[in-house]
């Protein structure tokens, strides 16, 4: 059964960082497509970070140069590391995973995954 369970939320102040991390369990993250989602009220999920079989990540325009993806295959753990954070990053952040993805350039598509995580929360203050 795949499992996956966020941490490392939190509450910081613009220009800050954090590190999030997702627990896999049920399957191995390196044959799996993985990736990071955010979602505020009332607004649809959206995809931030992704990186396919072969270790390739994809970004949002909105965190490109500030976020960083990375998987450690004997942890089997996804995590993402957030730099220079903005009160506009403020959301709950999601872990998706799914064995088939349609390409690369998918990714970051929402529909692509059926396998989620609980969420953990990011807050940033200005």
């Known amino acids: 059964q795949v499992q996956l369970v966020e941490s490392g939320g939190g509450s910081v102040q613009a220009g800050g960082s954090l590190n999030l991390s997702c627990a896999a369990s049920g399957f191995t993250v390196s044959t799996y497509y993985m990736a990071w989602f955010r979602q505020t009220p009332g607004k649809e999920r959206e995809g931030v970070a992704g990186i396919d079989r072969f270790g390739s990540p994809d970004y949002a325009d909105s965190v490109k140069g500030r976020f960083t993806i990375s998987q450690d295959n004997a942890k089997n753990t996804l995590y993402l590391q957030m730099n220079s954070l903005k009160p506009e990053d403020t959301a709950m952040y999601y872990c998706?995973?799914?064995?088939?993805?349609?390409?690369?350039?998918?990714?970051?598509?929402?529909?692509?995954?059926?396998?989620w995580g609980q969420g953990t929360q990011v807050t940033v203050s200005s």
């Open positions: 998706a995973a799914d064995r088939t993805v349609t390409g690369w350039a998918y990714l970051l598509r929402r529909d692509e995954y059926t396998n």
